[in-house]
């Protein structure tokens, strides 16, 4: 009678200290995957913040203001002798003319 009940207890305390090692590893784990939420925030702010900056740099109005500036040794563009009208006045190295060649749609090359 006394066996089984120290058995029974013996099972009983196990189980407890498996759960807790489990409770604690899981613990462990969401404070890993709060770390990273922390990062990943941290990294998207800087991400927009440098993104910011580069379309500020890269403005239109900045592009013509450095031109136009005095100790800038950029001269503005010269017009041709029959220019061709624009609707919309394009500024040079911002728009992409065609789209970049992804190498896996080339004749001949298999997708893994």
Do not use: Y
């Amino acid at each position: 009678m006394f066996f089984r009940f120290g058995s029974a207890l013996c099972l009983v305390v196990a189980i407890a200290l498996v759960g807790i090692a489990i409770e604690k590893h899981n613990l462990d784990l969401r404070r890993d995957i709060s770390r990273q939420h922390f990062q990943m925030d941290i990294l998207k702010e800087e991400h927009n913040r440098l993104r910011l900056r580069s379309q500020r740099l890269a403005a239109v109005d900045r592009l013509f203001e450095t031109v136009t500036s005095n100790e800038s040794e950029l001269q503005p563009p010269t017009r041709p002798v029959n220019p061709q009208p624009e609707a919309v006045p394009r500024v040079p190295l911002l728009f992409w003319q065609q789209p970049v060649k992804d190498p896996r749609h080339e004749p001949g090359m298999t997708l893994p």
